[in-house]
Nanobody, 124 residues
Framework: QLQASGGGLVQAGGSLRLSCAASGFSFDTYAVAWFRQAPGKERVFVTAIRSNGFRMYYVDSVKGRFTVSRDNAKNTAYLQMDNLKPEDTAIYYC???????????????????WGQGTQVTVSS
């Protein structure tokens, strides 16, 4: 199971840090990804990190602003979001995929575990 938290309301240019706490599986063997779903739109890939934490992937729209990380000792992944923009407003979901040491996938169907989502709202 995954539990996402840390969302909220922030002004444009602000920051938020999302957390994704895992339980019930071997977290350190799974890659973790963050997806987001804006109102009326499909859920889309944002970023991912491999199981060992040494390879990260980002969509172009968040490069340089978002940072994904993980602490396998705490079974937790993080998404640091800086310089937020109104277009970042969405529900953010974390997801886990096995095996965790292969090139990332942006497909929702490749991920086994999903968090419940946390709302991020960026005001202009």
């Amino acid at each position: 199971q995954l539990q996402a938290s840390g969302g909220g309301l922030v002004q444009a240019g602000g920051s938020l840090r999302l957390s994704c706490a895992a339980s019930g599986f071997s977290f350190d063997t799974y890659a973790v990804a963050w997806f987001r779903q804006a109102p009326g739109k499909e859920r889309v890939f944002v970023t991912a990190i491999r199981s060992n934490g040494f390879r990260m992937y980002y969509v172009d729209s968040v490069k340089g602003r978002f940072t994904v990380s993980r602490d396998n000792a705490k079974n937790t992944a993080y998404l640091q979001m800086d310089n937020l923009k109104p277009e970042d407003t969405a529900i953010y979901y974390c997801a886990a995929r096995y095996p965790g040491n292969v090139p990332t996938s942006t497909r929702l169907s490749d991920y086994t575990y999903w968090g419940q989502g946390t709302q991020v709202t960026v005001s202009s």
